[in-house]
């Protein structure tokens, strides 16, 4: 079961970047969920997180296989990272993109964190037959 930061909690910022590559090919499933955790940030800025695959760690697709929406404030958002229709993908890392406006000083600063763990199977069939009885 895979459980792992792509993004090391409380990770200062102040610039566009990727994290590590993380090797997801031993996973039982290919769902995972991610959370973007942000603990400390000045006013008057955006951060952007997206979730990018590779078939060998090295060469990353052009598009983001998800993307968090654009966060402006501390606080905890998850995401649902379904791989079952990226089969090639055996590599993911986080990618961001920080944006300041306005009046002081004009670097970004974000403090945050983004953690990756694998949904197990029998608890997504759970979850897909409770939705559909409620739908």
Known sequence: MIDTELVAAKTVVSAKGDGPAVDVSGAAGRVFLVT???????????LDVSIYGSVD???W????IVAFPQKFYRGE???LLDLTAHPE???VRAHWDVARWGR?????????GVRLKEIPADLLRAATAEAKALA
Not at 61 to 64: E, H, I, P, S
Not at 104 to 112: I, L, R, S, Y
């Open 89 to 91: 993908v055996k590599f």
């Open 36 to 46: 973007l955790d942000i603990t400390e940030i000045i006013e008057q800025e955006s």
């Open 57 to 59: 760690g090295a060469a």
């Open 77 to 79: 958002a998850p995401l």
């Open 104 to 112: 002081g000083v004009e670097t970004p600063m974000f403090e945050f």
């Open 61 to 64: 697709g052009a598009k983001a």
